[in-house]
């Protein structure tokens, strides 16, 4: 792995601070100079709406109480990544398209990235950690970006990220840490809202959402200011759920518990997406792996879609009566990137 670090370029060390970024020789951080808004949000969903169909509603009954189930999982990337991928490359101008972007993600963002690359006709990188399902990798390969590999317990992504940009002069394009991935993001919300309102269910009044890094949540928070937000999450992996309770951020503890939900292990979650959370009194839970499956299957036999595990969490915690069901209730299915033999497995009960 060192040799093929030294190829890219990759030796300078990097430092992650709370305003930003320091690259490898500049010693200055890169600040974010604007904030994600609502604006924003809907100009997202109007490019979005030019380019991709709506992706399906669904709803179904949860203790008698009709509830809307948004199929992210269906997106032509299999989730909602592609939404923040496509608003962010097509912020920028030609000159920076033309040296590229970096990315670093664990599948989902690396394949709406990888998408929206290729759509705009730019090369992308995409940092991924050794053990990425392999469906992941090979989704984002087939899409024609570069995937260069690290190990997610001794090396860090943004790091080798932030230095991969720096050698080539691209945009570094994380995951959930900026403006325009949060906006695109939340056109899910202007879409769902829409779409609960023409099948005669009123606007949404709770939103039950996966959180990793949060980018959905802040989107989806922004998008619909009069609903409540409920982020879900693995246990032990919990992070945004513990910092909204703290009122300020806390990594994951040390050692986390191992997790099927690949797409949801960040460590951190950023200033940005805490911050616009934190002013919408948001909440969150926290479910188990055994209710992450339960909810998996719920999904395959009512629903008939395929969820990944780290798509599932907000239905667990619906199901498991984490949060109540109630009239307005949304509840998005972030991602249907499963590995097949895992999913498999959790089809059969074990």
């Known amino acids: 792995m060192g040799q093929r670090r030294r190829e890219l370029g990759l030796e300078t060390p990097?430092?992650?601070?709370?305003?930003?970024?320091?690259?490898?020789?500049?010693g200055w951080p890169v600040?974010?100079?604007?904030?994600?808004?609502?604006?924003?949000?809907?100009?997202?969903?109007?490019?979005?709406?030019?380019?991709?169909?709506?992706?399906?509603?669904?709803?179904?009954?949860?203790?008698?109480?009709?509830?809307?189930?948004?199929a992210e999982s269906l997106q032509p990337i299999g989730a909602f990544k592609i939404r923040g991928a496509w608003h962010r490359l097509t912020a920028m101008d030609?000159?920076?398209?033309?040296?590229?972007?970096?990315?670093?993600?664990?599948?989902?963002?690396?394949?709406?990235?990888?998408?929206?690359?290729?759509?705009?006709?730019?090369?992308?990188s995409v940092v991924m950690?050794?053990?990425?399902?392999?469906?992941?990798?090979?989704?984002?390969?087939?899409?024609?970006?570069?995937?260069v590999r690290y190990d997610r317990h001794t090396e860090s992504r943004e790091q080798i990220a932030a230095s991969l940009a720096e050698a080539r002069g691209?945009?570094?394009?994380?995951?959930?840490?900026?403006?325009?991935?949060?906006?695109?993001?939340?056109?899910?919300?202007?879409?769902?809202?829409?779409?609960?309102?023409?099948?005669?269910?009123?606007?949404?009044?709770?939103?039950?959402?996966p959180c990793g890094g949060g980018g959905l949540a802040a989107g989806l928070a922004l998008a619909l200011p009069e609903a409540a937000i409920t982020v879900a999450e693995p246990e032990g992996w919990d992070d945004m759920r513990r910092s909204l309770e703290a009122s300020w951020i806390l990594p994951v503890e040390d050692s986390p518990p191992t997790t099927a939900c690949d797409a949801l292990m960040t460590k951190q979650v950023a200033s940005l997406t805490f911050d616009v959370l934190a002013r919408r009194d948001a909440q969150g839970v926290a479910v188990s792996e055994e209710q992450v499956a339960a909810a998996q299957r719920w999904a395959?036999?009512?629903?008939?879609?395929?969820?990944?595990?780290?798509?599932?969490?907000?239905?667990?915690?619906?199901?498991?009566?984490?949060?109540?069901?109630?009239?307005?209730?949304?509840?998005?299915?972030?991602?249907?990137?499963?590995?097949?033999?895992?999913?498999?497995?959790?089809?059969?009960g074990g």
């Open 14 to 26: 990097y430092v992650k601070t709370f305003s930003g970024v320091v690259f490898p020789g500049k």
């Open 31 to 70: 600040t974010i100079l604007r904030q994600p808004t609502r604006a924003g949000v809907r100009d997202a969903a109007a490019k979005i709406a030019a380019i991709l169909p709506p992706t399906p509603l669904f709803v179904s009954e949860i203790k008698g109480i009709p509830v809307a189930f948004k």
């Open 94 to 124: 030609h000159a920076a398209r033309a040296r590229g972007v970096v990315a670093f993600s664990s599948g989902n963002h690396a394949q709406g990235i990888a998408w929206a690359a290729r759509r705009l006709g730019l090369p992308a």
């Open 129 to 147: 950690p050794s053990d990425a399902p392999r469906a992941k990798v090979e989704g984002t390969l087939a899409l024609g970006a570069e995937v």
């Open 170 to 209: 691209a945009t570094l394009v994380p995951s959930f840490d900026d403006p325009w991935i949060i906006e695109g993001q939340g056109s899910a919300g202007i879409e769902a809202a829409a779409q609960m309102e023409a099948a005669g269910l009123g606007a949404p009044t709770r939103v039950l959402v």
């Open 300 to 348: 395959a036999e009512k629903l008939r879609l395929v969820v990944e595990p780290g798509g599932a969490v907000a239905l667990a915690a619906l199901l498991a009566g984490k949060v109540a069901a109630e009239p307005g209730t949304l509840v998005i299915l972030s991602g249907g990137n499963v590995d097949t033999a895992a999913y498999a497995r959790v089809l059969a």
